[in-house]
């Protein structure tokens, strides 16, 4: 069984009297423990795809599953909990709440497990160590570059220890070097935490890391990675 | 409550001017609220320490007060004999028959304006009847002579009050002799003298009360019982304390309503001022809730943490205008006592309860304020929020 499990789902935004549709019968698996890129030219609906996987964002039709949960089926307060338990989210650029540290972004996610306060800080100090920014805990984000912005919002996704770690053009404004860097933890998350990994990218630095690459264009895929060896 | 308060605060700190205004407004009802409350106090508690349990307070049957009222001298000499009136070292029963007339005299700080001043007749029994009434500098005036004794609250707000001048009126000069206090009542806004002194100079031939104190404050009733059904004399037998407390009633509940309705009108403002603060603080935060929301934390974990949010600025502006209001405290102020149309001074009582009870009233006003951008922080749309 797949970690992620996407089935036929349709999804339908309507603007006024324009409808658009992103997908209409979409299928997809993501396995434990893989490493996805998904590439595809801007509104071909990646964001969308994300967000129906985190459960941001309900299918019209069809269904979500992620490690055997119904996800298009959990009512708001379910899928909170549910989040908070097993998946981890970084967005393009705003992630960090400006007015609380480094240190106190990363702890938000624990804010909800029944962890001391004791237990809390080493799992954020761990945290912040595996994005190598131990050093900057009591920094604010604008204290941060992008690059180590980014870095504590990867520190916060994982700090909960989710399955799932989802990533939505997470080096879209960083530079080359910074973008490596966060690449770089990408993968080594992947292969010494077995975090399974899907990133939204329109780099190719970016896909080349990843162990499998989706293309999606107009809805649909044109996969690649599992063709090309 | 998931989200950490630091959060709050930090943010409101991000944003000083709009925090300040809206904690400002809110100070401001709750300085009003608390003063105008300490004025309603202050009156209310002035006339409830002028009566004792223990006094008796005879009147004219009907009087609804001392003005009104009459008792003439063969009444007077009857009550003078009351069995349930208590006696003092020398023998004699505590009973004092009194003249009480108002008379109108010119302020010193407000030329143009007249105010009127009781001025009480008594017996010397009088100043072993009202124990709470102290002479404070002075003698006590002597009998036979037109001296008076003035009440703390007129010193000083009426001229020739120091011990030792001459205030004229009702024709004739009268020595000031004494100051006295009683405990911050009602007695303290009067001028107290010989009651054979005050009859005839005010051309009366009656007394207006009859005051007597009880050996056993268990005995109203019964001297109440055996008074009233005397057929030589019809009157109404009050207890002091009772009488006074009904005489504030009236004014008190008109402050009281005065100052409900002026805070509400105020409130209004203020909350409107939370409102508008915490909707800008909302649509310059959605990103932020976004996040949150997609950390797990539930749309009514941020609810409660806008609500808290606007409640500790309305906190804050509670603490504010309760050390905007507490100078008020102990501040003298006077006002027609309604009941006999005489002036009573009296203090601003800011009490413990009134502060909490302002403080409670800012809190409310900030969840008030809070409560629909809180709500709509709730529901911001994750998505787009973030897109
Ligand atoms: N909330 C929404 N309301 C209406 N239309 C939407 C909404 N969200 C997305 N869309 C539309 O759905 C399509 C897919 O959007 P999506 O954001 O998933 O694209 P994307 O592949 O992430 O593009 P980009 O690379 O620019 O981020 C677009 O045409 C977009 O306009
Ligand atoms: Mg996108």
Known sequence: ?229 | MKIPITYNLRSMRARPVSTALTALGIALVVAVFIGMLALANGFASALVRTGSDQNVLVLRKGADSEMSSSIDRETASILASVPQAARGGDARAMVSPEVYVVIALGRIEDTTGMANVVLRGVSEQAWQVRQNVKVVEGRRPASGKNELCVGAKLVGRFPNTVVGQTMHFAGRPWEVVCHFTAGGSAFESEMWGENEQVMPAMRGQVFQSVSFRLADPGGFEEAKRSLEADKRFTVDVHRESEFYAQQSQLLGSILRILAVLITSIMAVGAIFGAVNTMYAAVSSRMPEIAVLLTLGFRPRSVLASFLIESAIIALIGGVIGCLLALPLNGLVTSTTNWASFSEIAFAFRITPGLLLAGLIFAVVMGMLGGFFPARRASKVPVVQALR
């Not at chain 1, 964002?57 to 069809?62: E, Q």
């Not at chain 1, 990994?197 to 780099?203: E, G, P, S």
């Open chain 1, 1 to 229: 069984m797949a970690l992620v499990e996407i089935r036929d789902v349709y999804k339908t935004f309507t603007r006024g009297a324009e409808r658009i549709d992103v997908f209409t019968g979409l299928t997809l698996d993501v396995e434990q423990g893989s490493f996805t890129a998904l590439m595809g030219p801007s509104g071909s609906g990646k964001s969308t795809l994300l967000n129906l996987i985190a459960g941001l964002d309900r299918p019209t039709s069809g269904t979500v599953r992620v490690n055997g949960a119904e996800v298009s089926a959990m009512t708001p307060a379910q899928l909170a909990t549910w989040r908070s338990e097993h998946v981890g989210f970084v967005f393009q650029s705003f992630n960090l709440l400006p007015v609380l540290t480094a240190f106190q972004n990363v702890e938000l996610p624990l804010l909800l497990t029944r962890l001391s306060k004791r237990e809390r800080d080493e799992r954020i100090r761990i945290a912040l160590g595996v994005v190598g920014l131990d050093d900057r805990m009591d920094h604010y984000p604008r204290q941060l570059s992008g690059g180590q912005e980014q870095r504590v919002a990867i520190a916060r996704a994982i700090v909960a220890d989710p399955t799932l770690v989802l990533l939505d053009e997470p080096t879209g404004q960083l530079d080359a070097k910074s973008s490596q860097e966060v690449l770089t933890l990408l993968a080594r998350l992947n292969d010494e935490f077995g975090k399974t990994i899907l990133i939204v990218t329109h780099d190719p630095a970016a896909s080349g890391r990843a162990r499998r690459q989706l293309h999606l264009e107009k809805g649909t895929f044109v996969e690649q990675g599992s063709l090309v060896p």
